[in-house]
């Protein structure tokens, strides 16, 4: 199935110059939803995860599934003030601006094997900083799995030695 026909490209959101690729069309298509998570699946089963991490928002409606096919734990990584018990943070840049993600300290058991799951992946500052986050807990990352890859953003050189897999690549 080609997922690309699902992606709608908008311009100048959430700034100008800004071409956001949005998602909605894919989800609302239950035949294009499950053909990019059963690709997220095998991509996501060979870097052999202990856990599945999620980040805000789209990762969790990617995330959350491929987890429940891995029959794996689910753990999310929130933006600044969602957290309700006592986090970690790790501040990011953004291509319009900069943020904040946050994870709670009993997320993992140190040396748990984490697999990352986001949407899209642009310049790579919201896996990075999740990245540092799932270390600062004393567990490893073993792997980034997207639905999308941009590239032309550095995405790849601010991940380096991590290893990233996309079912798309634009």
Known sequence: ??????????????????????????????????????????LSKQFRPDVIAGIESRGF??????SLKLRL?????????????????????????NDKLEIHVDAFQPGKKVLLVDDLIATGG???????LVESLNAEVVGIC?????????SRELLLGRQVSSVLQL
Not at 126 to 132: I, K
Not at 146 to 154: A, C, D, P, Q, Y
């Open 146 to 154: 997207v639905l999308i890859e941009l590239s032309g953003f550095g």
């Open 126 to 132: 919201t896996l990075e900083a999740s990245s540092r």
């Open 1 to 42: 199935m080609d997922l690309l026909k699902f992606i709608r490209s908008v311009p100048d959101f959430p700034k100008d110059g800004i071409l956001f690729r949005d998602v909605t069309p894919l989800l609302a298509d239950i035949e294009a939803f499950t053909s990019a998570i059963d690709k997220m699946v095998v």
């Open 73 to 97: 734990p689910f753990v999310p990584i929130r933006k600044e003030g969602k957290l309700p018990f006592e986090k970690e943070s790790a501040r990011y840049d953004l291509e319009y601006g």
């Open 61 to 66: 409606i990617f995330g959350a599934p491929i």
